[in-house]
């Protein structure tokens, strides 16, 4: 038995929850301690062994025998954890990650994101200014494209259409990158 448009108006709000509901919970953020900034871990050793979820500009790659060490100038992130060089300097921060990471992908001026636990604070140089420089041990770090494409929108966003005719009642979801 073919729907009726009553049947179809009643529906459709229904579904529109459940597509935008099944898009907004696809990604699920680690638990993190937001409140915690480098430049508030450089100057304690208090917050060892929490996890953060730091970003900012790459300015030096280290290789050292079992990691690679990535040297940040830290900015706060975005709703979409990308970091924000437009807002004020968080600090400086040193991200270890085991094992090798190959130079040619990371390159300095890139945007970059991690997620890790505080595992020290080493004194060093980042950006010719000595300082504590916290370490966090990253499984993941996340690279950030240079520009977004299709102007200056926040990624991803999430298209949907829907459409009717004689034959029936049509709909799509689209997520753009």
Known sequence: MPLRK???GALLPILILLLTGCASGGFRAPVVNTSITPSAVSSTDS??????????????????????????VAYPLDSCGRPSPGSPRTGRFII?????????????????????????????????????????????VQLWPDQQIGGDYTRPWLNIGIGGGSGGVYGSVGVIF
Do not use: C
């Open 6 to 8: 009553r049947q179809i």
């Open 47 to 72: 917050h060892l062994g929490e996890i953060v979820h730091w970003g900012g500009t790459l300015v030096a790659i280290h290789h050292r025998r079992d990691s690679t060490e990535l040297g940040v």
């Open 96 to 140: 270890v990650h085991p094992g090798f990471l190959e130079t040619a992908d990371f390159q300095a001026g890139q945007r970059v994101t991690a997620t890790g636990r505080i595992t020290g604070i080493r004194e060093g140089t980042i950006v010719e200014e000595d300082d504590s420089l916290p370490l966090i041990e990253s499984y993941n």
